[in-house]
Structure formats: structure tokens, C-alpha cells
Nanobody, 124 residues
């Protein structure tokens, strides 16, 4: 059973950066696609980006392109989301999710395993 644990969230000023981690246990991430999602207060969960084992990434939010970057440290069974130039509208709970597949998806229903989430708050 794959288990995911996010970390790295926190309170940051506008323009700041955070590196979110998604650490996996119970299975190797080699067979999984990892998606990053976020949920702002009062809003639906939305897909942010996705990474596949060969390093290919897909961005689902136009608003984060050029600011957020997914990467994988597969020897450590960990995936990262580097979030730069953060804006107040980036505030929310960020989740990583795993899908045993070779292709990314922006649909949360396609993912089977989820972490507990990490809170990101962007405020001055």
C-alpha cells in the first residue's frame, strides 16, 4: 500500500518561495505518476501539475506556469513541487496524489492514493 506524506508548506510573503515535498513509502514511485493538487478555502480542488517517471511534467494551471516546477528524486522516493514568486491566490492546501499509470491526468478521480496535504499561506 503506497503512502504519501507532504511537507514544506508554511506562511510566506508574496514573492517568496517554498519547496513542497511528497515522500512515498510502501512502494517505489517508479511505477506511479504523481499529481499535485490544491484546494483553496471555499473552492474545489484543482490540479496544479503532474510528473511522470521519465521526468516529463504537465502543468494544468496557467496561473502557475513559469513559477511552479515539479521534479523527482526517485532514489529518495520523493517528488517535489518548487513554488516561486508566490501570490496570495496560491494560498490553499496542497496535496500530492499517486496514479499507477504512465500518463499524467488532471482529474483527481484518476488518482488512488493521496497524502494528507500541507498548508500554504501567502500573506504579508
Amino acid at each position: 500500500q503506497l503512502q504519501l506524506v507532504e511537507s514544506g508548506g508554511g506562511l510566506v510573503q508574496p514573492g517568496g518561495s517554498l519547496r513542497l515535498s511528497c515522500a512515498a513509502s510502501g512502494s517505489t514511485l517508479d511505477y506511479y505518476v504523481i499529481g499535485w493538487f490544491r484546494q483553496a478555502p471555499g473552492k474545489e480542488r484543482e490540479a496544479v501539475s503532474c510528473i511522470v517517471r521519465n521526468g516529463g511534467t504537465t502543468d494544468y494551471l496557467y496561473s502557475v506556469r513559469g513559477r511552479f516546477f515539479s521534479s523527482g528524486a526517485y532514489a529518495e522516493n520523493t517528488v517535489y513541487l518548487q513554488a516561486n514568486n508566490l501570490k496570495p491566490e496560491d494560498t490553499g492546501v496542497y496535496y500530492c496524489a499517486a496514479r499507477m499509470h504512465f500518463r499524467c491526468s488532471g482529474n483527481a478521480d484518476d488518482y488512488d492514493d493521496w497524502g494528507q496535504g500541507t498548508q500554504v499561506t501567502v500573506s504579508s
